[in-house]
Every structure is written in C-alpha cells, then in structure tokens.
C-alpha cells in the first residue's frame, strides 16, 4: 500500500466521511490516515473496548455484530467500501464500542486515532456534517429493523432482508442479483433460528423464487421477489 493509494482520485464511490470536501481537504485527511489490512474472519472493533479510532472500509466488506449475554451473535449491517464505523471515537468524552466489526473478506481499513480525526473535523466542519447524515442513517436502520420485528412475519423479515442487501453487497449477474451470503448469516440477522432459515430458503428454491448457485443466492429481480414470497 503506497501514500498515492489514498487520494482524493482514487476513493470508493460511495464514501461517508468525505461528502462534499473539496480535493485538497479529502487528500489533507486520507494522508493522516493509517492503512491496516484485515484478514476474513477477523474482529477490527470488539464491543465493549475504548472507541479511540474512527475506521473507514477502503477495499473489502464488513459487518457489525452484537454478543448477547448468553452468547448469541446478532449480525447486523454490512459495511461496503467507503463506509464508516466506529465512530464513537470522534466524541472527546471517553466511551466504548457499542458493537463489534469483524471483516467479512479480506479487507483494506483506513485508522485515524480519536485526537487526529477531531481535529480534522474542527479544520474541516464538513465532515462532522457528514457523520451526524450517516449516524441518522444508522439509526433509521435500526429503527426499522425494531419494527420489523415487532410487526412482520418471519418470510417478511427475512425477504426484506434478502431485498435490503441487493444493493449493498449484491453483485450483478447475468440473470439477476448474486448476493453472497449464507443461510446462518441470514438466520442470525433476522433473530430466527438457521433450520427455520434454511426450511425458507430451501422452500422458495422449490418454488423458484430464488436460486442458489456456487453457494450464492441469486435474485432475478428484487422487487418482484418480495411480492411472489410474501
């Protein structure tokens, strides 16, 4: 990894922190940047640990998850590159990781430490802006993930699901969406058990509402997916 990697020109599309910055200022920021590389499988922010670094997914993709305190894994949204986490570090008052990240491939990460990326932010007020747009997008997620489980059957949520990662970690197909995900991730992110999971899926195989191919599923088009299954 060279210090030109990380320039204005050559960031993901989709980036949180770096909304409307101009050139110089994106290239002020991605320099004071640490690049780490993740391996998939591993944690990158464990729950409950001092948030004292802001992180941004440069290649690869993520997730967040939560332990239970009987020890239950609740996944919970993907990171796709560009996007930020552990944003609890750009908050001066000490506090800890509501969640943990772990890499879902292998994974290039972008580390600023607490100190460095607060003050970033004072020099460039864009950027605080930025955060506050992706932490309410955070939280409209988590709202209706709430409602979701309070008010829609199990096929729902977990159509809604298959439907909600199209975009993010789907990949496009000759014949449709590939989402490369397994029926345990799809269990655990909707709280339902990986046999009721799997009976779903393999139902809607039948039924070709979906296919599974080279260990993906495959939507042919995601909008009338949800209404065939639901």
């Not at 391996?39 to 440069?58: C, F, I, N, P």
């Not at 506050?132 to 997620?141: G, P």
């Not at 789907?170 to 709280?191: F, P, Q, R, Y």
Request: net charge positive; with cysteine; aromatic share 8%.
């Amino acid at each position: 990894m060279t210090v030109l990697e990380f320039r204005a020109a050559n960031i993901p599309r989709d980036t949180d922190l770096l909304h409307g910055l101009k050139p110089q200022e994106v290239d002020l920021i991605l320099a004071a940047a640490r690049p780490r590389r993740f391996s998939a499988k591993s944690v990158m922010t464990r729950q409950g640990e001092s948030a004292d670094h802001l992180m941004m997914l440069w290649k690869g993709r993520a997730r967040y998850f939560y332990g239970t305190p009987n020890g239950k894994k609740l996944i919970l949204r993907w990171i796709t590159p560009g996007q930020i986490f552990a944003g609890a570090a750009l908050v001066s008052q000490p506090s800890r990781y509501i969640v943990s990240t772990e890499a879902v491939r292998d994974s290039i990460v972008l580390v600023w430490d607490g100190p460095t990326i607060r003050a970033l932010s004072r020099r460039c007020p864009q950027v605080m802006e930025n955060v506050l747009i992706f932490a309410l997008d955070h939280f409209s997620w988590y709202i209706t993930a709430y409602a979701a489980l309070a008010s829609e059957t199990v096929q729902e949520r977990l159509a809604n699901l298959l439907v909600a990662l199209a975009p993010s970690i789907g990949e496009k197909a000759s014949d449709g969406i590939e989402i490369d995900v397994t029926n345990d991730e799809l269990a655990h992110s909707v709280n339902i058990s990986p046999y009721t999971a799997s009976r779903i899926i393999s139902e809607w195989q039948r039924t070709g509402a979906i296919r599974k191919h080279r260990g993906k599923i495959l939507l042919r088009s995601p909008k009338t997916f949800f209404l065939r299954v639901v």
